[in-house]
Nanobody, 120 residues
């Protein structure tokens, strides 16, 4: 089994910072791309950032310059450092991992999400 678990969400003031974590566990051969997505109430889930196994990143325009993604392949971890947070960043943040779990099998796995609330 492959498990994806996010953590680090919570309540933060506008302009504040928060750091999210994602850990992948289970019978894993390797992890390819990983990414963060978010979904606000009444909105479609949207792309935030993706990072390849080699560290190449691509950010949504809405978070460029404010969010920074990183990963630790040895620990099977991904992080999202969020700075200068705005109320419109309020959403449930989901971690996605593309995982090779057998020599011939690759799958896409999602965590259950962690809630980020930006409010005074």
């Amino acid at each position: 089994q492959v498990q994806v678990v996010e953590s680090g969400g919570g309540l933060v003031q506008p302009g504040g910072s928060l750091r999210l974590s994602c850990v992948v566990s289970g019978s894993i051969v390797s992890i390819y791309s990983m990414g963060w997505y978010r979904q606000a109430p009444g909105k479609q889930r949207e792309f935030v950032v993706v990072i390849s196994s080699g560290g190449t990143t691509s950010y949504a325009d809405s978070v460029k310059g404010r969010f920074t993604v990183s990963r630790d392949n040895a620990e099977k971890m991904m992080y999202l450092q969020m700075n200068s947070l705005k109320p419109e960043d309020t959403a449930t943040y989901y971690c996605k991992a593309v995982v090779r779990y057998s020599p011939l099998s690759t799958g896409e796995y999602w965590g259950k999400g962690t809630l980020v609330t930006v409010s005074s």
